[in-house]
Each structure stands twice: as structure tokens, then as C-alpha cells.
């Protein structure tokens, strides 16, 4: 099938998680040319359980970042989309709330000829189930204030989460400064890209350890966001479409059907 896919994980003391992922990565992607890239910060075992993983895996690969390296969401997730050598990347977190299964149609979406795939919670077929209701109000109250500040964010239905996949040849020439959690964001404001599209997917409970988010980065998003309206592009002409669940299985069968 066309295109080689790496999928980009961040990792912060994700232990329990990373072997369930790699797992469950390599059933989505049956027949497809992937890798996936832990970038790894953890003060943990994290790291050992990771080399131990790619000596088993050939698809995975690891780069564990010292304390006194920079280290934080945004940056290990742009470290990895540079380090990484699909046609594709993909950021996916490493708790398994972004069921990897989800991989299949987002690289059908981009056989299809999308530029990025973002799955959706928040269109028919999606879910947000896996957060409790105080964390609902935090996500819808991030997502409209983005729509508020950049007129990128503005047809997109679920535009602050860290799932998503795009054509590599979108970074050529993008100015990303990443800062804090929201890396999509600054992705949808500052790559070239003409067509979207979105898929819906249910958001999980986390798998296994602990959130990492803090009020730091609620601060670090406002920030990101009084700046990438500063430095944001246009995306006036960029096409969002929207996939129904029916309609994401028959672009599976075309584009990615299993063997
Ligand atoms: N490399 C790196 N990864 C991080 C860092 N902080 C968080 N992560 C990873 O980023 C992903 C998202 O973090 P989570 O703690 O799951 O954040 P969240 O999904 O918003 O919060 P929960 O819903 O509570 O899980 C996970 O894979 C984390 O391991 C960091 O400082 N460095
Ligand atoms: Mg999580």
C-alpha cells in the first residue's frame, strides 16, 4: 500500500502503556509500511522498557531525552516528525485514550488525497467518553477559545487534540515554535495544507499511569495562542470534509482494505 507511515508518540513515564501500543499499532496497520517513534522524556523505567521493545519490534524506535536536554510535549512531538522518515507522520498519545485502530482509516483518509486526517470526538460516530465531566468543560472551553483567536481553527470540529496525520511535505518551510500541549494547533495555523479531512473515533479512558497536564499548560496554550495569531497563515481556501462512520468504512475498503 502506498506511502510509508511513522507514527510519533510522546512518552512521559508511560510504562505500562508502551508495549499494549506497539501492539495494537501492528494490528491497525496490517500490510502497511510503518514505524513508530517514542520520544521519550520519562524519570522513570520507562526508557529500559522501551529498548527492550524495539530489540523485540522492528517497527519501533526510541530517542530518550536527558534532563538536561529540552524536553516537554510539544518539543518531543516536533523532534519526532523531523527524526521520523514516513511520507506520513502521525502524533499519537501513548495511554491508548486515541484507540490505535483509528490509524487504518486516517491512512486511508490519506491515500484519498487528504493533506491532514483529524479524527473527531465531536462529530456523528465520535465520542468524548473517556473524560470526566470537569475535563469536558476544560476541552470545550479550549477548543472555543482557539476558534475565537485563529480563523484556521474555525471549521474544524475538534481542533485541540493531539491526533492527527499529514503529509511530511507540509513541515517544508513551516515556522512551528512548539510551546506547551497543543501541538495540532500550531500545525493547523502555521503548515500549508488545502484539504482536511475528519473522521469520528471515541476517546478512551487512559490505559495504564498517570495525566501529565497541569495548569502550566492552560497558561502555555493562551500564550501559544495570542502568538500564532500573530504569526498564523491563511487558510482561507483549505477544504474541511467531514467522513461519516458508513462512509470512513467504504474509503477503508477502498484505500486500505485488509489482506
Ligand atoms: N516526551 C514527553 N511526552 C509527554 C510529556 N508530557 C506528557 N507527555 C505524553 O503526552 C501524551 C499526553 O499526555 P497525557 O498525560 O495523557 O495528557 P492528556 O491525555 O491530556 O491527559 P489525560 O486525559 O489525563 O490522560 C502522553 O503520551 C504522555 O506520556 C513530556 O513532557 N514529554
Ligand atoms: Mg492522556
Known sequence: ??????????????????????????????????????????????????????????????????????TGLATAVIDGFHMADGDFLACMDADLQHPPAILRPMYAAMLSGADICIPSRLIRGGSDGGLNPARKLVSG?????GKIALPSLRNISDPTSGLFMFRKE????????????????????????????????????????????SKKVTLQYIEQLKDLRKRGISHDTAIVTRWSPEFTESMIKKYCPAE
Open 141 to 145: 472551553t479550549a477548543r472555543w477559545m
Open 1 to 70: 500500500m502506498g506511502g510509508t507511515l511513522s507514527v510519533v508518540v510522546p512518552t512521559f513515564n508511560e510504562a505500562g502503556n508502551v508495549a499494549e501500543l506497539a501492539k495494537q499499532v501492528a494490528d491497525a496497520l496490517k500490510g502497511v509500511d510503518y514505524n513508530i517513534w517514542f520520544i521519550d522524556d520519562s524519570n522513570d523505567n520507562t526508557p529500559g522498557v522501551l529498548e527492550e521493545l524495539c530489540k523485540e519490534d522492528k517497527h519501533c524506535r526510541f530517542r530518550h531525552r536527558e534532563a538536561d536536554e529540552q
Open 170 to 213: 507540509m513541515l517544508e518551510g513551516a515556522d512551528l515554535q512548539p510551546i506547551g500541549w497543543k501541538i495540532m494547533v500550531e500545525v493547523l495555523a502555521m503548515c500549508k495544507y488545502s484539504l482536511v479531512v475528519e473522521i469520528p473515533y471515541e476517546f478512551q479512558d487512559r490505559n495504564s499511569g498517570e495525566s501529565k497536564i
